[in-house]
C-alpha cells in the first residue's frame, strides 16, 4: 500500500518525526541584484496584486548569475523582501561563489530544477510522453496493476480486494469495487473515472477517501473522482 | 483437464467434483478423479472408496508405486476412476515436474483428468490449477466465497500454465453450490444475477442447498447418483450443460407454493 498509516506501537510519544513532503512554492527569478531597481518592481508589483504578498514564501532562483565585483548583500535582500510580505526560504542555481554567500548569510541553498532554461520552454508546449497501459480482462481480487508515467485504461470490472495504480489517470470501463490510486507520483491534476462506484477506496496525489466516507448517493453511478483544491471531489457523470 | 475449485473451503468443490466425474462416466467418458488435497484426503469417503486405497497419488508421484496400482475402479460406474491424495504426507510433496508426468500419463488413457483442488491458494490448489484446460469454479451465495472465488479466477487467468505460456485462456464456469431461492429472493443470500454481475463468468449450473447432499456424502455416494433427488438433477444438467447441451437452469426461482402447502403454512 502507497498510504502510511500512524503507528500505534510506541510506548511514550514522540515530540516529534521528520517527513519529507512537497510544496508548490513561489520562485523569484533575479536578474540583477541591485536594490533599489528591485525595490522598485516590487513596489509596482504589490499594487496589482496586494493579497498575493501576505508572508508568501519564496525561493530566490540565481540561475546563470555570477558573482558580482562588488559583492552581494544577502541579508539586505532578505529584508527587503521581508519588508514586501515575502518570505525567503532559500535560494537556487547560481554560481558556486553566490551559493556560498547565501549560506553563510543563513539562506539554504535548495537543490537545482532538473528542467532548465530552453529546456523548460519546449517541454511546456510538448508534453512529455506518457505510456498508457490497457488491460482487456476484468481485475480480479488479489491482483495489482501499476502503470508508472501514464494513464490505465481497464476493460472490465475491478473487484474487491483488486488494487490499480497510476502515475496518470484511471479509466474504469465497469464497476470500481477495488481500489484506485491516481497520480502517485503526486500528481495533482489526476482524475478517476468508473461506469459504477463501489470502490473499497478512491486516492488521487494521495488524499484518500475509504469506502465508509463514500456517501450512499454517490455509489452505484458513473462518476469521476478529481481533486479540487487538495478535496477528493466525486461527481456523476450523467448530468 | 479440468479443475475444481473455489478458493474457500466447505463450499462443496468435493462433492462437486465427485458428481461431475461420475456424470461423464455415466455418459460413456473414461474419467478419472484425482484429489489434490494431500493431508485432508476426502474424496475418496465422498465417493465410498476409502477402503480400497493401498497407494495414493504421492507414492506415485514419488515412483514408490505406478498409476495402475494406485486408480481404484469404482464399483458403481464404470469407466470412472479415483486417484486418492495422501492422508499422510504434505502438499510441498507435489512437485511441478510429478504431477505433469502422471497428468500426461492419465492424459493419454482417459478422456477426462478431473482435479479436485484444495482449498486456499497455496501450493496444492496452485498445482491443481497449473495444469487445467478448464476450471469449475465453485462458489456459495455469500459475499465471502465469491470474494475468494474471484481471487482464483485472477489466478488462473495469471498463474495457470495456458496463461503462463500466452496460450487460449483456461475456460471458466461457475458453478453456484449450496444455493436456496427464497432466502436470494428474501434478500437473505446473494441471487444467481449477484454472484454473475460479480463474476463476470459463465454459469454451469445452480445447485440447490438440499439435505440430499449431506446424505449422500456420508453414505459415500456421490449425490448425482441419488435419482430423483434435487441437487443430483441439477448436477446431472450439469454435467449435460457441460458437455455442450442447451438446458434452462432449474433451482433458481421461488416454487410456488401448492394450495394445500398455502392452507396449512397459512402464509
Redesign the interface.
Known sequence: MLLRFPHQTDPEPLPFELKGSLFTLTVLHLFQLDPSAIERHLTEKIKQAPSFFNNTPVVIDLEGMAYPPEGVDFNGLYELLRKHGMAPVGIRNGSPELQAAARLAQLPVLPESRVTGVARKSERTDPAPTHSQIIS???????QIYTPDGDVIIL??V????EVIADGNIHVYGVL?GRALAGVKGDAETRIFCQSLEAELISIAGRYRVSEQISAADRGKPTQIRLVEDRLVIESLNR | MIVVTSGKGGVGKTTTSASFATGLAQRGYRTVVIDFDVGLRNLDLIMGCERRVVYDFINVINNEANLNQALIRDKRVENLYILPASQTRDKEALTKDGVERILNELRQNFEYVVCDSPAGIERGALMALYFADEALVVTNPEVSSVRDSDRILGILASRSRRAEQGDIPVKEHLVLARYAPERAHRGDMLSVDDVLEILGISLLGVIPESPAVLQSSNAGVPVILEEGSDAGTAYGDLVDRFLGKTLPHRFVTVPKKGLLQRLFRGS
Open positions: 480482462h476484468p481485475v480480479r481480487s488479489g491482483q472490465g470490472a473487484s474487491a480486494g483488486a469495487r
